[in-house]
Nanobody, 124 residues
Framework: QVQLVESGGGLVQAGGSLRLSCAAS????????IGWFRQAPGKEREFVAV????????AYADSVKGRFTISRDNAKSTVYLQMNSLKPDDTAVYYC?????????????????WGQGTQVTVSS
């Protein structure tokens, strides 16, 4: 079992930055990748970024490439999502999720554990 708790969301003006954190607790028998997803009102939950267990491999959605950076600190059991040059279209609830097969998967069905989400609002 892995428990995930997101933090760091808030209200920011367009062009600003936020850093989200995903704190993990519990344990599994496998190393796990951590992905970030987001869901805007009336839309499907969509992939944002993912980082492998050791942090050496990452993948991003085209819409955030060059603006967002995912990283992890396993000593702190925390994954970060640094979001720069934010746009109003980035407004959503952001979720982190764990994939216990350590894949760099963009599909939410590959993820076993989910956090409760943190709201990010970008004003124009």
């Amino acid at each position: 079992q892995v428990q995930l708790v997101e933090s760091g969301g808030g209200l920011v003006q367009a062009g600003g930055s936020l850093r989200l954190s995903c704190a993990a607790s519990g344990r599994t028998l496998r190393p796990y990748a951590i992905g970030w997803f987001r869901q805007a009102p009336g839309k499907e939950r969509e992939f944002v970024a993912v980082v492998s267990w050791m942090g050496g491999s990452t993948a991003y959605a085209d819409s955030v490439k060059g603006r967002f950076t995912i990283s992890r600190d396993n000593a702190k059991s925390t994954v970060y999502l640094q979001m720069n040059s934010l746009k109003p279209d980035d407004t959503a609830v952001y979720y982190c999720a764990a994939d216990t097969f350590n894949r760099l998967a963009p599909a939410k069905d590959f993820y076993d554990y989910w956090g409760q989400g943190t709201q990010v609002t970008v004003s124009s």
